[in-house]
């Protein structure tokens, strides 16, 4: 499979846990992105790395938020001390330069308790 | 107002019938606009992306991009049940992925056979 693999697909956790997530861009794609998705929304972007530097990060990211990008490789999604407001779709994508669109993983639903 | 409107629906069409999506905005620095197909309970995929002012069009799809207007379109011909999704438009400034996507919230189509 050479698509953008997600880990887990499904979370279900208590509210003040930190939970983790994790993305497998396509191997040749430079660029990874982080969106959240609620439901009847669209994804709001959260951060984006290019390759290990991570380049841009959303408001919407606060302090309990971190996201590393190690070797420019596989990406992490950690949210310390959860709160019911973290519920929602957690989506990762991958690009390469000077390609449009992104092509995304289907995603990591979280749900807080 | 947010960068990005979208009627969310949700639309129901019979087969065969033509629909049309539509999504205004605000920037004008957007150039590049794309449409993605979302299932349920999968990420985004691509399905047609156009630049500046313009149509384009692939098979039963044509998108349609006004820049005066700041007025996107997708027409679907001969609609079937398969395409039964929710479809997000989204947005850049710049190619290649240097200023993340803007997403509408998404129109949930229901094909009826």
């Known amino acids: 499979d050479t698509g953008v693999s997600q880990d887990p697909r499904h979370k279900i956790t208590k509210r003040g846990q930190n939970v983790t997530f994790r993305c497998d861009p396509i191997?040749?794609?430079?660029?990874l992105y982080w969106y959240r998705q609620t439901l009847g929304q669209g994804p709001e972007f959260l951060t984006y790395?290019?390759?290990?530097?991570?380049?841009?990060k959303s408001r919407l990211l606060s302090d309990r938020f971190s996201a590393e990008r190690p070797k420019g490789s596989f990406s992490t999604l950690e949210i310390q001390r959860t709160e019911q407001g973290d519920s929602a779709m957690y989506l990762c994508?991958?690009?390469?330069?000077?390609?449009?669109?992104?092509?995304f993983g289907s995603g990591t639903r979280l749900t807080v308790v | 107002q947010k960068e990005v409107e979208q009627d969310p629906g949700p639309l129901s069409v019979p087969e065969g019938a033509i629909v049309s999506l539509n999504c205004t905005y605000s920037?004008?620095?957007?150039?590049?606009f794309m449409w993605y197909r979302q299932y349920s309970r999968k990420g985004p995929e691509l399905l047609m992306y156009?630049?500046?002012?313009g149509n384009k069009e692939d098979g039963r799809f044509t998108a349609q991009v006004d820049k005066s207007s700041k007025y996107i379109s997708l027409f679907i011909r001969d609609s079937q049940p398969s395409d039964s999704a929710t479809y997000l438009c989204?947005?850049?400034?710049?190619?290649?992925?240097?200023?993340?996507?803007?997403f509408g919230k998404g129109t949930r189509l229901s094909v009826i056979a």
């Open positions: 994508a991958s690009s390469a330069d000077r390609l449009l669109g992104y092509t």
């Open positions: 191997s040749e794609h430079n660029r």
């Open positions: 790395f290019q390759n290990e530097a991570q380049l841009e």
């Open positions: 920037n004008s620095a957007f150039q590049y």
């Open positions: 156009t630049y500046s002012s």
């Open positions: 989204a947005m850049s400034q710049t190619l290649g992925g240097n200023t993340p996507l803007v």
